[in-house]
């Protein structure tokens, strides 16, 4: 690692202005990651999440986290493991010395990697849900100025994904009730045409449909656009998507 100043250094990575700039979570850690690289002098680093109770590296850089964190995945077990069920960032001081973890530290070792350095990534009250990994070719290669600004890193980070993630789940969120609304839009015109043909109340002409559903085993909104179909002689026109307000 590099001579460091005497004291901890605030590092600042520009976390609002990747969420800006980026299209997807992806996109985002792969700047962190890349970031990361750069502030701590390390060979290699690989950003580690949680979904589904099941870790996975989703992006990396360096050429070996991959395989590193992937023999911690078949063993389960390592301090990659270790530092995202903890929360606690876990050093290696020199793979060859390692006594944890079974086989992993001779398979680093055999990598021509001598040491390595696990941050957890604190996603607020959920506790850890990932975890950055980086990876040196030489030994003793973290010092504790290194550890402090690094875990200054994975807290900015931690924000960084969490709220990326809320802004995804909006995204699904905004897809799945524009759908519903057109599927809605297409079920109120057909009640309303039912309603004309025969001239019957609302609630009748939603029984005829809904019956009409399950005898054919076609979905409601399908039977629906068919009736416009056939009443109108074109297709029910699409409900204009949601757009944000300026």
């Known amino acids: 690692m590099r001579e460091q100043a005497a004291g901890p250094r605030t590092t600042v990575v520009p976390v609002v202005d990747w969420l800006l700039e980026t299209a997807s979570l992806r996109e985002f850690l792969q700047n962190l990651v890349d970031e990361a690289v750069r502030v701590s002098g390390a060979d290699g680093c690989g950003a580690t999440l949680q979904r589904l109770r099941r870790p996975l590296t989703v992006v990396s850089t360096g050429g070996v986290a991959d395989k590193l964190d992937e023999k911690q995945y078949g063993q389960d077990d390592g301090p990659c493991l270790q530092a995202l069920r903890t929360g606690r960032m876990v050093h290696v001081p020199d793979m060859l010395q390692e006594t944890r973890w079974g086989p992993y530290p001779d398979y680093a070792a055999s990598l ?125 026109k699409p409900r204009p998507p949601l757009r944000p307000r300026p």
């Open 112 to 236: 021509g990697i001598r040491s390595s350095l696990s941050v957890p990534v604190p996603m607020g009250s959920e506790g850890a849900a990932g975890a950055l990994n980086f990876y040196a070719c030489g030994p003793d290669a973290f010092a504790e100025c290194d550890m402090a600004r690094l875990g200054q890193v994975a807290a900015q980070a931690g924000g960084g994904i969490a709220l990326a993630q809320r802004l995804a789940d909006a995204e699904d969120f905004t897809r799945d009730l524009q759908a519903a609304l057109r599927s809605r839009t297409v079920i109120d015109q057909a009640i309303g045409a039912v309603m004309q043909q025969r001239q019957c109340g609302e609630d009748e002409a939603f029984d005829l449909l809904r019956r009409l559903s399950q005898q054919t085993n076609a979905k409601l909104r399908d039977v629906c656009a068919r009736l416009l179909t056939e009443v109108g002689g074109q297709p029910p």
